[in-house]
């Protein structure tokens, strides 16, 4: 009798344990079936009971996995996600940071994105979203080569020249977006200095070649003449083997001015600058030409303070003064004045070279510092030019982080100022 009661209490204790949560339901059934003996009715209750858990554990168990798949599958499209935003945030701040002007367009040809470069480049304060390229840049050109990349495919390269805001020429690439995506891109770089560069290079090269041929044709015509039987004519003879002589001079100094430039646009002549008394160098470049300036009776002054020093290279700096003075000396009448004269403008030391020539004409002197540029061509290989000192001199005085100015005017004189950092 005392073994049922004992039996019905283990159930009890071991369904409370497994299912603690479930009194409300058929726990309370079992408990009661326990109480009033019906064990055997309890234990399959029971049994039923453990059989429908196991069936609910495996649905859940289904369940969560079918979650958890979900989640992973949502995880990966977030991913996804964010890496192309990433990838679109990335190409655009690139582009943005490009130097070029870039433009993007739909399959008709009109903007729909661009950078800040274009804006500034194309110098248009106006909204170019929405907008046609001939609307912005007034070149039919420039329009077709967007629509032929839209329409049929097809990459152009065009060179557009602009004469507002200001002159520049732009090199404007146009290709298809490719893929499957409609439209086109177009990428402006501006080359306009690299056109000067070129321009420059091609007139230099044109001007090297007219420089050397000069010379070169009266050494070689005299001295045929010479070898021709003029050799031995007493009173020409002489005056053709001067001209041989001068004219081989100044082809020298032509090579030598053209390897000076050579070394200076290369950088393989450094400036060493430090504190120089400009007096100093003044008057040795002064001594070096008086004899020159004797031999037309011109007049030279020096009228430099002591005191006055400036950073400077000594050797480069006696270099521009004797370039200086020698035109000075060459373009000014007999009977003239040349004059040195230095003085210190606040942070700064000023140098002039001041003569009593002929003067220039205001049109001329933006363009004297030009390599080959002279005012009067034949007056300048007369007197010897090669048209390359200013040009030197330019060079050598930026090299010393200095300025060089002209100031002229015709029948009074010409004043050649440098300007350097005073010490």
């Not at 903007?111 to 110098?123: C, K, Q, Y």
């Not at 950088?267 to 020159?292: H, I, K, W, Y």
């Not at 390599?371 to 030019?385: H, I, P, W």
């Amino acid at each position: 009798m005392n073994e049922r009661p004992q039996s019905r209490r283990i159930v009890f204790l071991l369904l409370a344990t497994l299912l603690p949560g479930t009194a409300a339901g058929i726990g309370a059934g079992v408990l009661a079936d326990m109480q009033t003996g019906f064990l055997a009715g309890g234990l399959a209750a029971f049994v039923a009971f453990l059989v429908a858990v196991s069936s609910e554990s495996e649905s859940a168990r289904t369940m969560r996995q079918t979650e958890n798949t979900a989640d992973a599958r949502q995880r990966a499209l977030v991913e996804e996600r964010d890496g192309a935003l990433l990838e679109v945030q990335t190409l655009a701040a690139a582009i943005e940071g490009m130097d070029e002007g870039m433009w993007i367009t739909d399959s008709n040809g009109v903007v729909l994105r661009h950078n800040e470069a274009l804006r500034t480049m194309l110098g248009i304060e106006q909204e170019l979203v929405g907008q046609r390229p001939l609307f912005l840049v007034r070149r039919t050109d420039l329009h077709d080569a967007v629509l032929r990349a839209c329409r049929e495919g097809v990459t152009t390269k065009v060179e557009v020249s602009m004469d507002a805001p200001r002159s520049k020429t732009l090199e404007v690439h146009v290709s298809p977006l490719g893929g499957s995506l409609p439209g086109s891109a177009a990428v402006f770089r501006d080359v306009t200095e690299r056109k000067r560069l070129e321009r420059v290079r091609q007139d230099f090269v044109a001007n090297v070649s007219h420089e050397l041929r000069t010379p070169i044709t009266a050494i070689v015509g005299y001295a045929e003449t010479l070898r021709s039987g003029a050799l031995s004519d007493a009173k020409h003879a002489p005056q053709m083997v001067e001209i041989i002589h001068r004219q081989s001079e100044r082809l020298g100094e032509l090579v030598s001015d053209l390897l000076e430039l050579s070394r200076l646009d290369a950088g393989e002549r450094p400036l060493s600058p430090a504190p120089v008394s400009l007096e100093t160098v003044a008057r040795q470049a002064s001594d070096a030409m008086e004899p020159r300036a004797a031999g037309k009776r011109l007049s030279m002054h020096l009228r430099i303070p002591t005191d006055l020093t400036a950073r400077a290279d000594a050797k480069a700096l006696e270099q521009v003064l004797l370039n200086l003075l020698d035109n000075a000396i060459k373009y000014t009448p007999e009977g003239g004045v040349v004059e040195l004269v230095g003085e210190r403008v606040g942070d700064r030391a000023h140098l002039s070279v001041r003569d009593t020539g002929l003067g220039i004409e205001a049109k001329h002197l933006p363009r004297l510092f030009e390599r080959f540029y002279r005012v009067d061509r034949g007056r300048s290989r007369e007197m010897g030019g090669t048209g390359l000192g200013l040009s030197i001199v330019r060079h050598l005085v930026h090299g010393m982080e200095g300025e060089v100015r002209v100031a002229s005017q015709l029948g009074v004189g010409t004043t050649f100022t440098v300007v350097l950092p005073a010490a």
